[in-house]
Each structure stands twice: as C-alpha cells, then as structure tokens.
T-cell receptor, first 114, second 113 residues
Framework: GESVGLHLPTLSVQEGDNSIINCAYSNSASDYFIWYKQESGKGPQFIID?????DKRQGQRVTVLLNKTVKHLSLQIAATQPGDSAVYFCAENIGGGSNYKLTFGKGTLLTVNP | DVKVTQSSRYLVKRTGEKVFLECVQD?????MFWYRQDPGLGLRLIYF???????EKGDIPEGYSVSREKKERFSLILESASTNQTSMYLCASSYRPSTDTQYFGPGTRLTVL
C-alpha cells in the first residue's frame, strides 16, 4: 500500500496576506485543471478551473496560474481571510475521448491566523 | 447551483452488513462518481457511471458495487462491510465527459465496527 505521509503540506498565513498554494501535476497530456477547497467535515468545493490553452485565469480573490513547461499549477488567494482556512487540492484530467476521470493531488492545508 | 446530496452524513455499521450509500444530483448530469477519501491517500475513485445502467471500475473497486437505475441517482453498495472500508465516501457528478468540473456532495462518514 501507499506510504505517503499522513501529514499534509501546510501553509500558515496572516489574515490579509496573499497565499500561494502550489501543485505539480504528472501528465504532460493533461488539458484541464481544477482547484478545490475542502473544509473540515465537508465535501470538496469547486473554486476555479483552467484549460491548457490558458496560462492564467482569475476569479473573485483567486487566480490560477498554469506553467505547462514545468507541469506546475498554482492557486493565489488575495487578502486571505479566516474563512479561507481549509485543505486545497488540485485535479487534472487528460481529456479526450471517453476519459471521464480526474486525478487528484493530496492537498495543502491552509491555516489563516487572525 | 449544482446540488449533490448524499443520504447520510454519518453511518455506523457492523462487519458483514450490507451497506447502501445513496447519491442524488439535480442538474441532469450524465456522469456520476464514487470516491473514498482517507488521510494521506487523497481521493481514490471506486466506480463511475457515464449513463444510466452504465458503470466502470475506478482504481479501487474491490469490495464495492454500484447501481444507476435513474440518471439522477447513483448508489454505492458494500456487499459485506469490513473494517478497512471505514472511510469518508464522496459522490460527485459532472455534465460533459472528459473536461468538465466534478461537483461533490457533502460526504458520508462510514464507520465499520
């Protein structure tokens, strides 16, 4: 079985600061990416997505950056608030044909200190 | 807004029991998914369905089966629950195949004693 550490990577920030959460994806053929937020005891909640023909996409207080050269995805949260405290994880999809599946990262725990 | 609901937030069952987890979505999505989530292992796909009465195995289908009799409902069945099936179970749905967002339900925390 897998022996990945039980402890998630963590990021601790002060309220009002900007947060950057990173994700390395595995498949250069992936063409669609999503960021999810999961609060304790709840299901994952969609935040923002980006397709591989884009480098950057902005939402409300969030920005996703995609660097296909190094297979790296980041989520930037502006003016982080206590309500942003959660686990954030990325997902990738190879796309094409009948591939319905997403591959999920393990997640990063964001803690916002008041 | 997409709404995905799961029949129970918490369940406690005994080893050997047959367990049904129900999921309903109200957005006419073709695709539905069942995952389990465990600390350190992330989300792992158990089964998915891309149409009524259609199903495909995910990455960890052993010990589970599914049923999709209606488009809006996707059931996960543990034929004989075991302690290693104690987990958080998450249902999701999406509209288009391939590149489309999956929307999740609130999850069912299952404990098998």
């Amino acid at each position: 079985g897998e022996s990945v550490g039980l402890h998630l990577p963590t990021l601790s920030v002060q309220e009002g600061d900007n947060s950057i959460i990173n994700c390395a994806y595995s498949n250069s053929a992936s063409d669609y990416f999503i960021w999810y937020k999961q609060e304790s005891g709840k299901g994952p909640q969609f935040i923002i997505d980006i397709r591989s023909n884009m480098d950057k996409r902005q939402g409300q207080r969030v920005t996703v950056l995609l660097n296909k050269t190094v297979k790296h995805l980041s989520l930037q949260i502006a003016a982080t608030q206590p309500g942003d405290s959660a686990v954030y994880f990325c997902a990738e999809n190879i796309g094409g044909g009948s591939n319905y599946k997403l591959t999920f990262g393990k997640g990063t725990l964001l803690t916002v200190n008041p | 807004d997409v709404k995905v609901t799961q029949s129970s937030r918490y369940l406690v069952k005994r080893t050997g029991e047959k367990v049904f987890l129900e999921c309903v979505q109200d957005m006419d999505h073709e695709n539905m998914f069942w995952y389990r989530q465990d600390p350190g292992l992330g989300l792992r796909l158990i089964y998915f369905s891309y149409d009524v009465k259609m199903k495909e195995k995910g990455d960890i289908p052993e010990g589970y089966s599914v049923s999709r009799e209606k488009k809006e409902r996707f059931s996960l069945i543990l034929e004989s629950a075991s302690t290693n099936q104690t987990s958080m179970y998450l249902c999701a749905s999406s509209y288009r195949p391939s590149t489309d967002t999956q929307y999740f339900g609130p999850g069912t925390r299952l404990t098998v004693l």
